[in-house]
T-cell receptor
């Protein structure tokens, strides 16, 4: 079984400030990890994913995340927040290996960007 | 290219009525998923289709919920005798075949279902 914990249901940052959204997971086997963003009244859009290889992954819109196995974390960062980053962000885990497909999501973190 | 298409985008119905939600996946995607997003429960997996294999229905919350996928493409999620707790956004996603489970799932914009 797997689970995801996102610390902070709401995060506020000033425009131009660092964005840090936290995600910790538990998984019985090596996981695949994803970050999705959801804008109001829209579906989920993939920001980035970690499967194997390099532990620092870069995604769209200047976001990146680092897989830290020892900390079971996959925090999302962006050096400088933009007003258009205001949205809800979901971390998700999927077990690696054949036959595993279900995404397990965290509860989400709503990001507000203050001008 | 076209993404995952869901219809209707909004549905309001009376308690006790049946509803059908439709999902048209990305062309070429053999895997299709339904999730439910509600305020209290977050995002929950409902059902998974892969090619011609029997679907995984393990996430369906009750026997009032059912889904089918015709011809390996379009899927319909049906909720019978709707209850107020069924009010949620129902999201459909699709992905390339499950030979390698690192393929990301691509989501539609969802159907917002409101039960009066």
């Amino acid at each position: 079984a797997q689970s995801v914990t996102q610390l902070g249901s709401h995060v506020s940052v000033s425009e131009g400030a660092l964005v840090l959204l936290r995600c910790n997971y538990s998984s019985s086997v090596p996981p695949y990890l994803f970050w999705y963003v959801q804008y109001p009244n829209q579906g989920l859009q993939l920001l980035l994913k970690y499967t194997t290889g390099a532990t620092l992954v870069k995604g769209i819109n200047g976001f990146e995340a680092e897989f830290k196995k020892s900390e079971t974390s996959f925090h999302l960062t962006k050096p400088s927040a933009h007003m258009s980053d205001a949205a809800e962000y979901f971390c998700a885990v999927r077990l690696s290996g054949a036959g595993s497909y279900q995404l397990t999501f965290g509860k989400g973190t709503k990001l507000s960007v203050i001008p | 290219g076209a993404g995952v298409s869901q219809s209707p985008s909004n549905k309001v119905t009376e308690k006790g009525k049946d509803v059908e939600l439709r999902c048209d996946p990305i062309s070429g995607h053999t895997a299709l998923y339904w999730y439910r997003q509600s305020l209290g429960q977050g995002l929950e997996f409902l059902i998974y289709f892969q090619g011609n294999s029997a679907p995984d229905k393990s996430g369906l919350p009750s026997d009032r919920f059912s889904a089918e996928r015709t011809g390996g493409s379009v899927s319909t999620l049906t909720i019978q005798r709707t209850q107020q707790e069924d009010s949620a956004v129902y999201l459909c996603a699709s992905s390339l075949g499950d030979n390698n489970s690192n393929q990301p799932q691509h989501f539609g914009d969802g159907t917002r279902l409101s039960i009066l």
